[in-house]
């Protein structure tokens, strides 16, 4: 759309090499390798912009690890990407297939999961640092993520 200076990669100078000194004289050919340049520059552009556009997750981690024991929500992460909170869940279910509440649930859970296997604390006061309001409701959600109930996962990760 504006005109810039042009980095290419390795194989878009080869072509650009072959249709400057190519001996055929051929409008086809010309007009192929035209079209097959400007794809291959316009696959590279895409793949940098998406690259560059990607949920800032390293953040979001940070922020759910810091804040895991208070209730966080949507917008939060909203407000970390500076998106809306609908535009924010777009990106996250086309990202990476999940909501950002689906998200937060389990960064919290890996916590959980992180607490269990390296401290000796009791199941109600992970349960607390991760959000839960009750040892009974983390112990049902744990139990349906990884199978086993906290102590169970406890017992069988234990050194």
Known sequence: ????AVSLDERQQQLVDWLATSPVHDPLIARQGAALLLASLNATAAASVHASQRL??????????QHAAYPLQV??????AGLSIA????????????TPMDYIRQRRLLKARRLIVQTVLPMGEIAAQVGFQNEKSFLRVFKSWTGLTPT????????
């Open 56 to 65: 800032p997750y390293a953040a979001f981690d940070a922020h759910i690890e």
């Open 1 to 4: 759309d504006r005109p810039a």
């Open 152 to 159: 169970q996962y406890r017992q069988q990760h234990e050194h």
């Open 87 to 98: 535009r924010l869940h777009a990106r996250f279910t086309a990202e990476c297939g999940m």
């Open 75 to 80: 917008a939060d992460l909203a407000r970390i």
